[in-house]
């Protein structure tokens, strides 16, 4: 059986063929899901050719997200063409000294920062754009001032497609609208909120032909899933205890849980790791939803801040997929103040690997978890960095010499600071300087 779209609501299970234009359900607007629930893999088999992939030089198997196309089914490769960068094929980098901070014996850090945009949102894009380019469309669209505009702007431009991004007024994030811009978006301000661009941008779609490429298509959840894939080979299948994401939209922790639940059902793996979602603490509804004992409403946030703008998400799409997965798994739900990811994000600079600030909710989630006692000191740990160091330039300076506040004025202590040093051109005194500073 070839892959469908599925309907999410339980009352409503509507199937749709794949190649139906849609983003949501028609007949009750839920969440739509990617699948063919008859899969089947042959596990050994199937990890031996994932595995001899790694040695070829064809692009499908050089991409980190295509050289996993089984577990793809929307996608068939003598028949569709896919647009890739070379995606995925992010590292798993130890950091004692992050482990060390909080306080666990190890932590192992998944990079998707180093994506060919700097961000997860590559390896979702390259399944969004390759289902634009076999649904004949010509244009694709987000809202986004965000790495989802820069993601979808790189692969639109690689496959031929026109991107163009919808932002909200006067809510810019220079850094990754440049690279938007760079590669040639066309790029629309409108005089409207988020929430009402997006519906403008829905009656758009519909009407002219452009494809939505927002969070919730079906399709980028299936390239992301992938990361959980790639995790689990480079671990030659060695699954950890914990896999820890920070949560803003919850696209993200939404494809790892149905990514290995598939793994989990074909026998690829023989349990699941929990997962662990770390939001920012005042853009957090999934956070309150998950402590709230009753979870018969999820009450969003109207008005998120954080300086993690890649999380500022007051009301996330994909939160009844992302509670499925975190019940699923065992998981748990965590929020961290500004001072803690930018403390948590100045260590993991001092590893040597360094990220944007959502990313760093990871390691501030980790060592609360950890204190808290419900992540064990020896516990096996992946802690999922989403994106690259250099996305956020000027949080990173004003972090460092003393100038970083928070949205709502609060001054960020410098715990980690590392401040240029200004000095006279004069040879001694510089020596004299770095000795007393270095040793
Ligand atoms: C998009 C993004 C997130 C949030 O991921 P969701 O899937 O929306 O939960 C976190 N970090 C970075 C760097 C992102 O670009
Ligand atoms: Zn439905």
Known sequence: M???????????????PIDEVIYTCPQCAALLESGDPSLTLDPAATKRLWRERRMSNTPLDQSGVWRYREMLGFFNERQHCAVTLREGNTPLLNAPRAAEYAGMDAVTFKHQGFNPTGSFKDNGMTAGATVALRLGMKRVACVSTGNTSASMAAYAAAAG?????????????????????????????VEANFDQILALVRVLADETGIYLLNSVNPFRIEGQKTIMVEMLDQRDWRVPDWVVVPGGNLGNVSAFGKGLRELHAMGFIDRLPRLAVVQAARSAPFYDYFHDGERSKFVSVTEPETLATAIRIGDPVSWPKAIHEVETSGGVVERATEQEIADAKAVIGQCGIGCEPASA???????????????????????????????????????????????????IESNFGNRPVVLPNDAGRIAEFIAERTG
């Open 2 to 16: 070839p892959s469908e779209l599925h309907c999410l609501n339980p009352e409503c299970r509507a199937v749709y």
């Open 161 to 189: 497609l026109t991107p163009i991004i919808f932002l909200p007024h006067g809510n810019i994030s220079y850094g990754k609208l440049a690279q938007a811009l760079e590669y040639g978006a066309l790029t629309l301000q």
């Open 361 to 411: 909710a990871t390691l501030a989630g980790l060592k609360k978890l950890r204190a808290a006692g419900v992540i064990a000191a020896d516990a096996d740990v992946v802690a999922v960095l989403t994106g690259n160091v250099l996305k956020d330039p000027d949080y990173i300076f004003k972090y460092h010499t003393g100038g970083l506040k928070t949205p709502w004025g609060q001054g």
